[in-house]
Every structure is written in structure tokens, then in C-alpha cells.
């Protein structure tokens, strides 16, 4: 039966109208309306269920559940400190032009009552989201080229259009960094933990390691640090140097990190100042480290095909498992 995910999405750089090459809701100025304006995206051809109603499915409880809202949020600080992020079971890194980042957080256990702030869509996070059966993608807007790639896709798409009550501006905030999601208004509950159908392990950890303090992961323009605190026994994130904590100034601590080393190659779109989108190739397989516990272990990663999750392995074969709570993965190029 149909499983559907929640996927709240963002993370994009563009700013400012370019004919041809971005449409998102005025707010993000992609449509060249004015910043912080009503919810305003172009009309979208009818959306194809798949195997019934996805609302009706998740209401009644389908079995494999459905997967709670990714988000995506370019990270400038400008759109911090992030709404609702502490509740993701697992976030994804990636990067984006101009040699920045953002998050995609994925939801299944848990849903907060607002989560943001709310970008566009990139190319690749079509094929990452493969791995999981229907999504629904939620997300601020998207370049005109790729909305007919996100239109064919196996998912539900939700982006920020006008009349939409699943999403609020914060009048408190600059556009784009203002669209919230409140993900009640698109699911009744949290699909649960069997929706997350990423491959990953969970228990013991395995033998050896390197104890380590901390790890940075740096790109062109953005750096992410994930310390070990022994008394939380979690990573606590920091951005750009800066530590990063939830709207209520917790800080933000999963308690596994992935750095998972990736190709990344040229994608066929661009932002409005010609910066190439790049893409990250996730299936395939190749070396990663896996931070819990205070220790890093060398690991390798594989993912066959897009429809399947990502398996990974420690440096004996054996399957690596993840220490229960929240994951991050983070994509780096590989060497």
C-alpha cells in the first residue's frame, strides 16, 4: 500500500527575478513580486495519485506509514536559528551554489507545529527521495525548468501556492527567510518510525574507532562542526563557527553524524547569478565516517539503485549501526 512521506523543502539561493530560470513564490522574489509577499506560485497541472489518495491512506494509519516534512533551508544566518528542526529523525546536508549549504529534515516520529524557514527544491533531491515509497515534498518553490521534473516524479508535491493554509509567513523575519510550514495542517499525525525506509541500523556500536573531540566538514562558503558532549551523549552542531540551537535555544545535537563522501557534479540549472546547482550523486558507493559515541569509524556506503536506501558498512563488513536518536548526514565530495 502507499506509503507517504512529508517532505518540507528549501535551501534556495536565488533572489530576484530571471526570466526562464526560477519561479518561486514572491516572497522568495523568484517571480519578481515583492519580498515577504502572500503565497504566490504558477498554476500546476493536476497532481497524479498514485495508487489511491494519499490523504485518506495516511489518515487511516497504512501500514509503513507515511514520512513526516522534509525541509530544506539554504543556510545563510539569516535563516537562523531553525523552527522545529530538533523534532527531525533524520537531516540531510548538501550543498548549493555559490559553494553554500542546506538542511533537508525528514519527519516520521514526530511532528512540531511549525518548521522552517521553507525553501525550494533542487534536482538531485528527486533522486535522493526515491528511496522511500511516495513522498510528499513540501517546499517554497522551484526553478520553471525543473518544475516538470518534480510534476513527474514519484511524489507528492506541496509547494507554498496561494490560498495554501499549511503555510504562514513570520512578518518578524525577511523574505525568503519567513515561509513557515505548519505540517498539522497536511497530516493528522506523525506516520511513525516505519516509514523510514533510509537502509540505516541502529544498536551497539561497533569495536575500534578513533575517539575524537570534534569534526568540521568545510565547503567553499560554509563550515559545520559537530562537537562530542559526554554529558549529553550527543554532537552539538555548530554553523559557520557559530553555535547552532533550536528557536527556543537549545542547542541542536543529533546522536549520530555521517559524513558521507560523494560525487559532485555540474547540474543542468543555474541561480540567477549563473552559479551551476550542483549535484550530488547518492547512489553508488564509496567511503564514509560515522561519528557516535565520542569515536569515528571509517565505514563504506553503498546504494545500488534510487529506489533502495543507503546500507553502510564498518571497516570489518559487518553492518555499521547508527546510535539511537537523530542522524545527520552530511555530503562531502569525495577525494
Not at 569515528?296 to 534510487?306: L, N, S, V, Y
Request: proline fraction near 8%.
Amino acid at each position: 500500500m502507499t506509503q507517504e512521506w512529508w517532505v518540507a523543502g528549501g535551501g534556495d539561493a536565488t533572489r530576484g527575478a530571471h526570466p526562464g530560470r526560477c519561479r518561486q513564490n514572491a516572497g522568495d522574489r523568484g517571480d519578481g513580486g515583492p519580498a515577504g509577499g502572500g503565497l504566490h506560485g504558477r498554476a500546476r497541472p493536476a497532481r497524479r495519485r498514485t495508487r489511491g489518495r494519499p490523504q485518506v491512506v495516511a489518515r487511516t494509519g497504512t501500514p509503513g506509514g507515511r514520512l513526516g516534512p522534509r525541509r530544506e533551508d539554504r543556510q545563510r544566518p539569516a535563516a537562523r536559528p531553525h523552527t522545529g528542526l530538533e523534532a527531525a529523525d533524520l537531516v540531510y546536508v548538501e550543498p548549493v551554489e555559490g559553494g553554500l549549504s542546506r538542511l533537508m529534515a525528514v519527519y516520521a516520529t514526530r511532528l512540531p507545529d511549525r518548521i522552517g524557514p521553507v525553501r525550494s527544491a533542487r534536482e538531485s533531491d528527486l533522486e535522493l527521495l526515491r528511496q522511500f515509497d511516495t513522498p510528499t515534498l513540501a517546499f517554497s518553490g522551484a526553478q520553471r525548468k525543473l518544475m516538470p521534473l518534480i510534476d513527474q516524479a514519484p511524489l507528492r508535491a506541496e509547494p507554498a501556492e496561494e490560498g495554501s493554509a499549511a503555510y504562514v509567513r513570520d512578518d518578524g523575519r525577511a523574505a525568503p527567510h519567513n515561509l513557515y510550514l505548519r505540517p498539522g495542517r497536511l497530516m493528522s499525525s506523525a506516520p511513525g518510525a516505519e516509514a523510514l525506509t533510509t537502509g540505516f541500523r541502529f544498536g551497539a556500536a561497533p569495536s575500534g574507532g578513533t575517539a575524537e573531540d570534534s569534526h568540521t566538514v568545510r565547503y567553499p562558503a560554509a563550515r559545520f562542526t559537530f562537537s562530542w558532549s559526554g554529558s549529553r551523549d550527543r554532537w552539538l552542531v555548530a554553523m559557520d563557527g557559530e553555535p547552532a540551537v533550536t528557536a527556543t535555544g537549545e542547542r541542536l545535537a543529533p546522536a549520530t553524524v555521517v559524513v558521507q563522501y560523494v560525487d559532485i557534479r555540474e547540474s543542468g540549472f543555474r541561480d540567477f547569478r549563473g552559479n551551476n546547482s550542483p549535484y550530488v550523486e547518492t547512489v553508488g558507493a564509496g567511503k564514509a565516517e560515522v561519528l557516535r559515541d565520542g569515536r569515528a569509524h571509517a565505514a563504506t556506503w553503498q546504494r545500488p539503485t534510487a529506489t533502495e536506501g543507503t546500507a553502510f558498512r564498518a571497516a570489518d563488513g559487518s553492518p555499521m549501526r547508527f546510535a539511537e536518536g537523530q542522524v545527520w548526514v552530511v555530503f562531502a565530495e569525495a577525494p
